[in-house]
Antibody
């Protein structure tokens, strides 16, 4: 059974970089799947951030393009998200997920707050 | 970007009363439409994909219909655990987008 778990700092300073990792267990990250990130600001809806294939191919939401970097580490079987120039608007629960949407394989999410 | 609009924002029904949630796309998404259920503090759970196909393990009281731009999620007889938030999502476009959600509450 595939399991995903997000991790990273829960607090990021404004203008800083938000960095998260999604650890994958139960499946090799180079199994031919895409790997995705979604976020949810407090009390709001879901926003797709982007996706990465194990070869490194990526797609990003235009609203975040230029600030987002996705990467895959096959040796650690995890993938990562970096979001530069963070603002309060980036405060959210960040979820990682396996596959392109629709998917039923999500991590439990991790809360990131952007504040000084 | 395809904009997904859900209505109503909040739907009040009595337990056992049929609940009908709506989702509209700003352009046709064919049947590339999914519904998710989200309980507070948890990740979304896939209910329906392909507009009308129930995901594995989803009770038969959940059904989806529609195509093009108009979609409906019906819960035939909501149970207490169903009174949470529901999101629609289109995946017709590579840029997947979600609706803003409908909260189902007990009347």
């Amino acid at each position: 059974q595939v399991q995903l778990k997000e991790s990273g700092p829960g607090l990021v300073k404004p203008s800083g970089t938000l960095s998260l990792t999604c650890a994958v267990s139960g499946a090799p990250i180079n199994s031919g799947s895409w790997w995705s990130w979604v976020r949810q600001p407090p009390g709001k809806g879901l926003e797709w951030i982007g996706e990465i294939y194990h070869t490194g191919n990526t797609n990003f939401s235009p609203s975040l393009k230029g600030r987002v970097t996705l990467s895959v580490d096959k040796s650690k079987n995890h993938f990562s998200l970096r979001l530069n120039s963070a603002t309060a608007a980036d405060t959210a629960v960040y979820y990682c997920a396996k596959g392109r949407f629709p998917t039923n394989m999500w991590g439990r999410g991790t809360v990131v707050t952007v504040s000084s | 970007e395809i904009v997904m609009t859900q209505s109503p924002a909040t739907l009040s029904v009595s337990p056992g009363e049929r609940a009908t949630l709506s989702c509209r796309a700003s352009q046709s998404v064919a049947t590339n439409l999914a519904w998710y259920q989200q309980t507070p503090g948890q990740a979304p759970r896939l209910l329906i994909y392909g507009a009308s196909t129930r995901a594995t393990g989803i009770p038969v009281r959940f059904s989806g219909s529609g195509s093009g731009t108009e979609f409906t999620l019906t819960i035939s007889s909501p149970q207490s655990e169903d009174f949470v938030v529901y999101y629609c999502q289109q995946y017709y476009d590579w840029l997947v987008t979600f609706g803003q959600g409908t909260k189902l509450e007990i009347k």
